[in-house]
């Protein structure tokens, strides 16, 4: 099978989380092997980070930056530096993000490369600080690109110069001054060797498969200013990622001739479920085997909004009822790195919350209890007997102990929706051959959620958790970057077609469009590909003709629209939004030979549209973000 990265040396893969993100990476070197069959897997590797908790496979979203808007560090580092090195006045000035990839999500409808982003701690009565949210994403992502060119360099000191000294792209806390190509020096007696470099690199961002247009191409956007070419650049819908780790995973169940269950790997014919819970988001798509290296997918992508940081969400609310908003709000104010500890405190307990636990403990930082008390003239651990929260929690000196019934209800909004969004779909006859479900993504570690996801679909679903899920999506984008042929097919999210003219319909046209001159009407939809369509990667969708409106017109425009409907009647409807305008130059000499032909490839990570002219046979040929 072709690669996409035959001419690169590297195919790596950024997985922006809403909570947490990583990186990995694979040489073609290793890949080929994998392909040739002599290794089981490929040599795919992450990045492994040490933390007061243990080792783990990726870092905190969040950054921080310097007054001036310049990059200071990310993940952990930046945790660290905002708790424990800055002062209250440099907490004014400086800018500390987390958790701020939903608002993608959220912002869909004004997003652009404009959009302004906020910081992480919303202070009422001040003004957040600012920064351009491409701003935000690209220092993250050229971040990532300078680790792996660091450790790209490290792990092949030995084969390429052990004087060597690697310099990535952007500027670390130590204030090491990076290059986004690598830089090497070497002594008099070191020999020249060759080194990575940005161009012998092919990227592939994970991006959520709900998110809509606008949401993925501010991605692309983020990731050229990062330095990060279109050439070199693909998306990868998460759950298709995972769906590409899991076909060569031993993960469906397998009855033994002795009765006994096993695990087995995918066979074709197979139709599978991935299902993956993020921090923030919640995808979930439906494939089915079609050969060795490759899977189509048979239902179009759904979720929500009920990843994880749901959790949190529930238990902030908690707190504001606990401490009452106005403690909260002074927190956040004069003490931001305590509020941001008790949350990280949440956080590391939620995932390892099990439905056997009698109890959860919390350290509560000793800000936040001195705060209530200067706002209340009362102790938090005296206050408690008076409220709702009466023999729920416990409070010993800055420990908080909530018990499980009111820890385990913090789950209630995401575990309910998940549930009933899996329950719907598998009531779907089409889906009828589907019995096995895959979850993938960090939140799917949580035992809870699992829990209640098999209780709810039953025995007749094999529910089944990948070895490390929160690394599925990254290792298969990896892999989708050498081998984007895997999917073979899509079931279109969207309608996609042109904004046209046509005379209009009595009976079937709105009477609100009816002309007051003439009998031609404007904005009609002109449908190419239908939510739903299954549209095969590579495939150009059967061509439609088009007339200029008058004979001696000069040039021609075609509006592009996405739709959420299946069949939208005008371009103007609220579910419409324009993807982009093609123009074209009419160069027919009889200026009554006006044909025009367009068909449109929406099987990418983009739509390609053609339009060719009859009489002279030019043709047009324009890019418009499909995901």
Not at 137 to 161: C, M, P, R, W
Not at 174 to 203: C, L
Not at 306 to 315: L, S
Not at 618 to 626: I, S
Request: proline letters at 3%; glycine letters at 6%.
């Amino acid at each position: 099978m072709a690669t996409v990265a035959s001419k690169k040396l590297v195919v790596a893969a950024i997985d922006f989380g809403t909570t947490f993100s990583g990186y990995a990476y694979c040489s073609q070197h290793d890949y080929d092997k994998y392909l040739q069959g002599k290794e089981e897997q490929p040599r795919i590797k992450c990045k492994t980070l040490s933390t007061e908790g243990g080792m783990t496979p990726k870092a905190p979203t969040c950054v921080l930056f310097r007054p001036n808007e310049t990059f200071h560090s990310f993940g952990y580092e930046a945790q660290t530096y905002y708790r424990d090195h800055l002062q209250r006045g440099d907490l004014i000035t400086w800018f500390y993000f987390e958790n701020f990839k939903m608002m993608l999500y959220k912002e869909k409808a004004q997003l652009t490369k404009d959009t302004w982003l906020e910081e992480s701690i919303n202070i009422e009565g001040i003004t957040p600080k600012r920064m351009k949210a491409v701003t935000v994403f690209a220092a993250i992502i050229e971040y990532f690109k300078g680790q792996i060119l660091k450790a790209l360099q490290t792990s092949h000191g030995d084969k390429v110069n052990p004087k060597t000294e690697t310099k990535t792209a952007l500027q670390t806390s130590h204030d090491e001054t990076m290059t986004s190509k690598t830089e090497t020096k070497t002594d008099s007696s070191s020999k020249k060797t060759d080194t990575f470099t940005n161009d012998d690199f092919h990227w592939v961002l994970t991006v959520p498969a709900i998110w809509d247009l606008k949401a993925k191409q501010f991605m692309r956007d983020a990731a050229e200013k990062a330095g990060i070419s279109k050439e070199q650049l693909s998306l990868a819908l998460e759950p298709e990622a995972a769906s590409v780790h899991c076909r060569k995973q031993p993960v469906t169940v397998k009855e033994q001739p002795c009765g006994n269950k096993a695990i087995a790997s995918l066979e074709e014919g197979n139709q599978y479920m991935v299902f993956d819970q993020g921090g923030g988001t919640t995808d979930i798509t439906v494939h089915e085997v079609t050969g060795p290296n490759s899977v189509k997918e048979i239902h179009q992508a759904c979720g929500g909004y009920w990843g994880g940081n749901t959790v949190n969400g529930e238990f902030y609310k908690f707190l504001v009822k606990l401490f009452g908003g106005f403690v909260i709000n002074d927190v956040k104010k004069n003490h931001p790195a305590d509020y941001f500890e008790l949350m990280h405190n949440f956080e590391r307990n939620k995932t390892s919350f099990k439905e056997d636990t009698d109890q959860v403990t919390i350290r509560i930082p000793v800000a936040w209890l001195d705060t209530y008390k200067e706002s209340t003239k009362q102790k938090l651990k005296d206050v408690i007997p008076q409220t709702r929260f009466n023999n729920k929690i416990q409070l010993s000196n800055d420990k908080m102990r909530i018990k499980h019934s009111l820890f385990r209800s913090f789950f209630d909004y995401s575990i309910t929706n998940v549930t009933n969004e899996l329950d719907k779909l598998f009531q779907k006859k089409e889906l009828s051959d589907v019995h096995t479900l895959l979850a993938v993504g960090g939140f799917s570690e949580s035992s809870v959620l699992i829990d209640a996801v098999k209780q709810k679909l039953g025995e007749k679903v094999d529910v089944i958790v990948l070895r490390d899920p929160g690394l599925a999506v990254l290792k298969g984008a990896v892999m989708f970057g050498f081998e984007p042929g895997t999917i073979e097919s899509r079931v279109s999210r969207y309608t996609y077609g042109v904004a046209m003219q046509r005379h209009y319909i009595d009976g079937v046209d709105d009477a609100s469009k009816r002309p007051r001159y003439g009998s031609l009407i404007d904005d009609v939809f002109d449908i190419h590909v239908k939510k739903g369509q299954v549209v095969e990667i590579g495939h150009f969708e059967p061509e439609h003709t088009y007339f200029p409106v008058v004979d001696d017109q000069k040039c021609a425009h075609f509006e592009f629209f996405a739709s959420e409907e299946k069949d939208p009647k005008y371009t103007t409807e609220k579910d419409c939004s324009m993807l982009g305008v093609l123009s074209v130059d009419l160069t027919r000499k009889d200026s009554k030979d006006g044909e025009l032909s367009l068909k449109i490839n929406a099987s990418g990570t983009e739509i390609i549209a053609v339009v060719k002219e009859k009489a002279t046979k030019n043709e047009y040929r324009a890019y418009f973000c499909l995901f």
